[in-house]
């Protein structure tokens, strides 16, 4: 019996260095992403944390795939995030558009950095006990995403994003993202979309909608869906509170 049982724990290790090993390359994207900034090569720091996207999204499937979650992996995922999009974003950012602003400009920075790391913390502590079809705050990956996408948005516009003096209010957004991934706002997952088992078809056409915008101005959609869905948690948490006060309006009636 002891064999058996220490043969199944070997199984579940040996499978736990491909999840695993796939979040160790989105921890070196996010790497990557540092030294480029370090280099004022901008727009492949802002490439790298996309590829740093694609492999946070792949290990955690990986993992359930292989049947090889693990507390282990759940901590090194989260580790890998803090520098993927937290310090990665926020040091871009800052040598990009914040450092002309002194001390408004870092405080920015690293409000961005130490929000992530406690959005990352509690989702931990939460995620077993909290519904998948949400999220808590806004992720870290799709606050960074936002950071990013503006890096592209501007050279897609004007070819060297260093060329352009970043306006004041940027400034602003940087803290407004930090807070809203602290914040209780729900955000849609997409990890448990019924739609797309019911409708199929629908869910085909728009995939290929997608890679088809996707592939005309890829720079343009990226930034114009990360802030889409940076937005959508407040827009969301507005109309659900008027909702709300109608209803106890009509009920007073």
Not at 49 to 72: P, Q, W
Not at 84 to 96: E, H, I, M, N, T
Not at 227 to 245: D, E, M, Q, W
């Amino acid at each position: 019996m002891s064999v058996k049982v220490f043969n199944k724990e070997a199984e579940l290790n040996r499978n736990a260095i491909f999840p695993n090993f796939v979040t160790l390359l989105g921890l070196f994207s996010g790497f990557y992403s540092i030294v480029a900034t370090l280099n004022g090569n901008y727009v492949m720091a802002s490439y790298a944390t996309l590829v740093a996207f694609v492999f946070d999204g792949l290990d955690g499937k990986i993992a359930r795939m292989l049947n090889a979650s693990s507390e282990f992996g759940i901590q090194l995922d989260s580790l890998a995030d803090l520098i993927s999009f937290g310090v990665a974003p926020a040091l871009l950012v800052y040598k990009w558009a914040l450092e002309p602003y002194g001390r408004l400009g870092w405080m920015a920075a690293f409000l961005f950095v130490a929000c992530a790391a406690l959005r990352l913390a509690r989702f931990n502590v939460q995620s077993k006990r909290i519904s998948n079809k949400f999220f808590v705050g806004l992720p870290s990956p799709a606050a960074a995403g936002v950071v990013v996408t503006s890096v592209l948005f501007a050279r897609h516009f004007f070819g060297d994003p260093t060329a352009i003096e970043v306006p004041l209010w940027f400034t602003f957004m940087i803290y407004i993202l930090a807070f809203l991934m602290v914040s209780n706002v729900p955000y849609f997952s997409f990890k448990n979309i019924e739609y797309f088992h019911k409708k199929p078809f629908n869910s085909l056409v728009a995939f290929v909608l997608f890679i088809f915008v996707l592939g005309l101005y890829p720079e343009v959609f990226l930034f114009l869906f990360a802030s889409a869905y940076a937005a959508s948690g407040i827009v969301a948490l507005l109309l659900r509170k008027n909702k709300v006060h109608l209803e106890e309006e009509a009920q007073e009636v």
